[in-house]
């Protein structure tokens, strides 16, 4: 799926976004910031994929994203 504002040329992968640690998935958004964790690999797609529906359609809030890794790390402990 493309945003109006991407580049033609572009070609990104999702499978980039996705990543397992410490057996939960996860996925990283354009914003810079980590999703999850999710139980299974099917989840982790499931949920990009309505994030990525959500900021298309623009019904993701102004100033909302997922929140920063390094606040998420702090917070696993």
Known sequence: MRRKSDDAKQNGSRSTRMYKDAGSWFFNTREGTVVGPFRDELE???QLEV??????SGM???????????ARAKTAG
Do not use: F, H, Q, S
């Open 44 to 46: 982790a797609y499931t």
């Open 51 to 56: 994030y990525i529906r959500l900021v298309d």
């Open 60 to 70: 993701l809030p102004e100033g909302v994203v997922a929140e920063p890794a390094r």
